[in-house]
């Protein structure tokens, strides 16, 4: 059951602009889209954006989703230094009928 | 304001059993599909078991069908993983998760070790 494929780090600097992608096929990523989630260490993830792209009420306009075809893409911009730390992506496959999760990028903020 | 409550863990020898459960509250909980999501030390998030909102949809990772049964009681917002034979590898953080993964509790930590 192969996963979503990320980037396992990125590096920006303070109020610079990231962007995190999130790769799948078809059946996940390119037929029901991704979710967001971050997760500070030491604490459980939290959903950044649904998977038609929408913020959840109390998420900051800093952070934004998209997809093309099969790559899902989070943007964070004006990074802050409470913005450190995993992003995974999620997303629903209708062939096998799974959550499949990407291995996570931890973001740092220099 | 939604929350989920996971319980259950602990420390079980290899072989041994646990049944952990997850109580939600604050949304119609017949409405929501539930899962359970893992994370070994220092690892990433793992997707484990799913149930649909009625409970007759049941969808498992490769790696615990025929080990892990998930089933839910909607009378009373709850869901539950009961995990036989378990194994060394199963060793993880236990999230259990409401919706579209939307909704997360604390988890629950289970150690598997002799």
């Known amino acids: 059951q192969a996963g979503l494929t990320q980037p396992p780090s990125v590096s920006k600097g303070l109020r610079q602009t990231a962007t995190l992608t999130c790769t799948g096929n078809?059946?996940?990523?390119?037929?029901?889209?991704a979710a967001w989630l971050q997760q500070h260490q030491g604490h459980p993830p939290e959903v950044l954006s649904y998977?038609?792209?929408d913020r959840p009420s109390g998420v900051s306009e800093r952070f934004s989703a998209s997809r093309s075809g099969n790559t899902a893409s989070l943007t964070i911009a004006g990074l802050q230094p409470e913005d450190e730390a995993d992003y995974y992506c999620?997303?629903?496959?209708?062939?096998?009928?799974?959550?499949?999760f990407g291995g996570g990028t931890k973001l740092a903020v220099l | 304001e939604v929350q989920v409550v996971e319980s259950g863990g602990g420390l079980v020898q290899p072989g041994g059993s646990l049944r952990l459960s997850c109580a939600a509250s604050?949304?119609?909980?017949?409405?929501?599909?539930m899962s359970w999501v893992r994370q070994a030390p220092g690892k990433g998030l793992e997707w484990v078991a799913t149930?649909?909102?009625?409970?007759?949809?049941?969808y498992y990772v490769d790696s615990v069908k025929g080990r892990f049964t998930i089933s839910r009681d909607n009378a009373n917002n709850s869901v539950y993983l009961q995990m036989n034979s378990l194994r060394a590898e199963d060793t993880a953080l236990y999230f259990c998760?409401?919706?579209?993964?939307?909704?997360w509790g604390q988890g629950t930590m289970v150690t598997v070790s002799s």
């Open positions: 998760a409401g919706g579209d993964l939307h909704y």
């Open positions: 604050g949304l119609t909980f017949r409405n929501f599909w």
């Open positions: 149930i649909n909102h009625d409970g007759f949809g049941k």
């Open positions: 078809s059946n996940n990523v390119g037929n029901q889209g």
């Open positions: 998977r038609n792209n």
């Open positions: 999620s997303a629903w496959d209708t062939s096998l009928n799974i959550w499949v």
